[in-house]
Structures are given as C-alpha cells and as structure tokens.
Nanobody, 124 residues
C-alpha cells in the first residue's frame, strides 16, 4: 500500500522561500504514476497547486503559483518536493501531497492516496 508523508512546513516571511517534501513508501511505479500538491487555506476548499508524472516529463501548475513554485522529484529517495519562492500571505494553507496511478490531474477526487498535510504560514 502506498503511504505519503509530508514535511518541511513552517513559518516564513513574505518574499521568502520554503521547500516541502513528500516521501512515498510505495515500491512499484508505472510511467503514468503521478504525484501532486494541493493546499487548503483556512475556511476554504482544498485546491490544486502542482502535479508531476513520475517520469518527470510532464508538469502542471495552478496559475496562482506559476513562476514561483517548482515541483521536482528524487527517485532514489522516493520523494517529491515543492520549492516555493516569493511567498505571499495568500499562500498560507495546509499543504497536502497526493498520488494517483493514471496520470496527472487537477481534480481532488481523482487522487488515490493522500498525506496528512503540513502547515505553511507566510507572515508580513
């Protein structure tokens, strides 16, 4: 069974940077396997942030983070990352990683596995 564990959240000043990690305990992957990041601001629904196929050939970003956030992976460590630069107060949220077997998607309900979440707080 695939299990995801997020880490790297914390408090950062506006304009600063933070890198989130998500470790995957799974041992079998297909080329269509995808891992993504979602976030849930206080009082709001969970929303799409970024996704990457395990091959690394395809990525997708929400317009709100494009040019500031970068998704990447480390195959040896079975880990994906979200590098967040030029952080804004509106980036404050609980960040979740998620995975699915059949390609990348922006839709929450398409994902098969979820982590527990890590809090990111951006102060001004």
């Amino acid at each position: 069974q695939v299990q995801l564990v997020e880490s790297g959240g914390g408090l950062v000043q506006a304009g600063g940077s933070l890198r989130l990690s998500c470790a995957d305990s799974g041992r079998t992957f297909r080329s269509s396997y995808a891992m993504g990041w979602f976030r849930q601001p206080p009082g709001k629904e969970r929303e799409f942030v970024a996704v990457m196929n395990w091959s690394g050939r395809n990525t997708d970003y929400a317009d709100s983070v494009k040019g500031r956030f970068t998704i990447s992976r480390d195959n040896a460590k079975m880990t994906i990352y979200l590098q967040m630069n030029s952080l804004k107060a509106e980036d404050t949220a609980v960040y979740y990683c998620a995975s699915r077997w059949d390609g990348g998607s922006r839709r929450v309900n398409d994902y098969d596995y979820w982590g527990q979440g890590t809090q990111v707080t951006v102060s001004s």
